[in-house]
């Protein structure tokens, strides 16, 4: 396990759960009069994760929740209460986390928040036999493993990273990455995609369609 001191944990009640997660992005979806098709094209996501989603079998990963979101219109506000520091410093252990379907999939916001930001970093812990969806979206991704190992795909080739790895690649390409052995992972995940619409330009992304 990871020697990191951890996060708060938010309430387990107000957890996006499998079942409700996938609740709110359809009724969001029906809401705004869009098709799975429609949905599919703008996030590069199959038709059939999306049923599996919104029916509560599967969850997304971070970046593709966010992708979903802004391609309903909205942020991911809606679907999970992600806690967003205000102030330039991020303190260790003062910071909530938040998790998609599964409560030992976490995820904490490190970045500040502000209109036009380059960077948005994240710490993403994720339990032994994880296995993200295969994704893509704008921008590029660096990834630094603290804790555990982990095997990340990228345009089909793959790359085994230990404790002390990075890797730095383009998000337009498809990848997807898995937890290896038996360990919980911890990992530095830094976007150059907003993960929240409005963040982008200072706009308020629930109006931005």
Not at 161 to 188: I, M, Y
Request: with cysteine; hydrophobic share 30%; charged share 25%.
């Amino acid at each position: 396990m990871s020697s990191q001191p951890k996060a708060r944990q938010t309430d387990l009640a107000g957890q996006a759960t499998q079942s409700s997660l996938g609740k709110k992005i359809r009724n969001r979806r029906r809401a705004i009069d869009m098709t799975l098709q429609q949905v599919s094209e703008r996030v590069g996501l199959s038709i059939g994760f999306l049923s599996q989603i919104e029916r509560g079998m599967s969850t997304p990963s971070l970046s593709s929740l966010c992708n979903i979101a802004e391609a309903l219109g909205t942020s991911i506000d809606t679907f999970v209460p992600a806690s967003r520091q205000s102030g330039a410093v991020s303190r260790q252990g003062q910071r909530e986390a938040f998790s998609i379907g599964d409560v030992r999939r976490t995820y904490e916001l490190l970045g500040s928040r502000f209109p036009g930001a380059k960077l948005h970093p994240s710490l993403v812990r994720r339990p032994p036999g994880h296995m993200s969806e295969f994704m893509h979206n704008e921008g590029e991704d660096f990834v630094y493993v603290l804790e555990g190992s982990i095997l990340l795909e990228v345009d089909g080739e793959r790359h085994i990273l230990n404790k002390g790895d990075s890797v730095h690649f383009q998000s337009h390409l498809p990848h997807r990455s898995a937890t290896l052995g038996d360990e919980t992972t911890l990992e530095l995940w830094v976007r150059t995609q907003p993960f929240f619409p409005e963040d982008r330009d200072g706009t308020d992304g629930k109006n931005s369609r």
